[in-house]
């Protein structure tokens, strides 16, 4: 799911705020250079999501046998394959 630039924009403040409030990071002198960071992490993040999801939709799809979006199969499928697709990114749960 894409966010738009406001959004992302906004979750790099709040992040950044959560950060600061937390203590996880000290007074820095460039509170804008933070929050790019913030938010092209974000945006890798997202981009990243995107990229497998569409990988794992076209596996998905290549069934010759048509596996209904939304059925208990497919969901399963989905988890496998997404988690096929992160481990080959170094990604893996565990």
Request: net charge positive; no cysteine; proline share 1%.
């Amino acid at each position: 799911m894409r966010l738009s630039h406001e959004k992302v924009t906004h979750l790099s403040h709040v992040v950044f705020a959560g950060l600061v409030k937390r203590k996880l990071i000290g007074p820095v002198q460039d509170e804008a250079l933070v929050r790019r960071s913030i938010k092209q992490a974000i945006e890798k993040t997202l981009k990243l999501e995107d990229e497998l999801n569409e990988k794992v939709y076209r596996k998905l799809q290549s069934y010759s046998r048509k596996i209904i979006e939304g059925t208990t199969e497919w969901n399963v499928l989905y988890d496998k394959f997404l988690l096929e697709e992160l481990a080959k990114k170094g990604l893996g749960l565990g």
